[in-house]
């Protein structure tokens, strides 16, 4: 079927604004989680739902990052009052369970704040 | 923090020859796993190696693991063009939390 969906592909928004980032993972995949890529670096663990729950949120920056996943599909993550510094492609994966399974990684959304 | 570290940063070679890649790590894993990542966009799965496992093989990747030394290598043999990507390895310590290193930058020249 269908791979991870990621909206919107960009987004660009100005310091101190509020963003909302989608992400649908793969129908029947449980576990879903976001990850955040700086200019040049791997990709860095935000957080880990395992159905409707946050499982692991360990990697979240700071208290203005929060994610949801109401009915254990979708997920949003939102960044309140964003920084410049919040500059970055957010990840979004997702996999059947959760041991050791591949994660399947959407295409990302590029967050610019300028 | 990221855990793997991928040697060489960056790897320029012709089409044809093949391209190595190592990863090294700090802690215990339960498996490794290596993405290739185009445009700095999203990230294509190419091989999982669990931590009881050596050697796995894929098409042209061949992937080595050696728990002892903590690291890790990625050969992908008679490279192409269309090789030309981002490789990162990702460390599976827990079973959820994918913790990768910075990556190698592969450019195949035709």
């Known amino acids: 079927g269908a791979g991870v969906s990621q909206t919107p592909s960009n987004k660009v928004t100005e310091k101190g604004k509020y963003v909302e980032l989608r992400c649908d993972p793969i129908s029947g995949h449980t576990a879903l989680y976001w990850y955040r890529q700086s200019l040049g670096q791997g990709p860095e663990f935000l957080i880990y739902?395992?159905?409707?729950?946050?499982?692991?949120d360990s990697g979240l920056p700071n208290d203005r990052f929060f994610a949801v996943r109401p009915e254990g599909s979708v997920s949003t993550l939102k960044i309140q009052r964003t920084e410049r510094g919040d500059s970055a492609v957010y990840l979004c994966a997702s996999s059947l369970g959760q041991f050791q399974e591949t994660q399947y990684f959407g295409p990302g959304t590029r967050l610019l704040v300028l | 923090s990221q855990q793997g570290e991928e040697d060489p940063q960056a790897l320029s070679i012709q089409e044809g020859e093949n391209a190595t890649m190592n990863c090294s790590y700090k802690?215990?894993?339960?498996?490794l796993q290596w993405y290739r990542q185009n445009s700095g966009r999203g990230l294509v799965h190419l091989i999982l190696i669990r931590s009881n496992e050596r050697e796995k093989h894929s098409g042209r990747l061949r992937v080595t693991l050696d728990t002892s030394k903590k690291s890790s290598s990625l050969l992908i043999t008679a490279s192409r063009a269309a090789d030309t990507a981002s490789y990162f390895c990702a460390t599976d310590a827990n079973d959820y939390k994918l913790s990768f290193g910075a990556g190698t930058t592969v450019t195949v020249r035709a």
């Open positions: 739902f395992q159905g409707t729950g946050a499982a692991d």
């Open positions: 802690t215990s894993i339960n498996n």
